[in-house]
């Protein structure tokens, strides 16, 4: 069973940083794309980043460029969202999301947690 866990999230001041780590198990991700979105409250699902298992950037928010970077540790499943300069606007439930190469749908989802940045 695909499980996908994230952590690192909580309460930061406006232009802090925070690092989520997300770790997947149960199953060999060497063929999935790993990536990030946000939802905040009244507002709809964001896409942020994703990288292939070769480390290239497949998709990249405007929102996210020139403060959040994507990063992946293929050995421990592991992919990271390193973001920078955050701002109130940031607040959201973070998602760690996977989907095959080549498919457009992420057929797993973590459980999420939760940035709140502070003004």
């Known amino acids: 069973q695909v499980q996908l866990v994230e952590s690192g999230g909580g309460l930061v001041e406006a232009g802090g940083s925070l690092r989520l780590s997300c770790t997947a198990s149960?199953?060999?991700?060497?063929?999935?794309?790993m990536g990030w979105l946000r939802q905040a409250p009244g507002k709809e699902r964001e896409f942020l980043l994703d990288i292939n298992s070769n480390g290239g950037i497949t998709y990249y928010a405007n929102s996210a460029k020139g403060r959040f970077t994507i990063s992946r540790d293929n050995a421990k499943n592991t992919v990271y969202l390193q973001m920078n300069s955050l701002k109130p606007e940031d607040t959201a439930v973070y998602y760690c999301?996977?989907?095959?190469?080549?498919?457009?749908?992420?057929?797993?989802w973590g459980h999420g947690t939760q940035v709140t940045v502070s003004s």
């Open positions: 999301v996977v989907r095959p190469s080549g498919s457009r749908k992420y057929d797993y």
């Open positions: 149960g199953r060999t991700f060497s063929n999935y794309v």
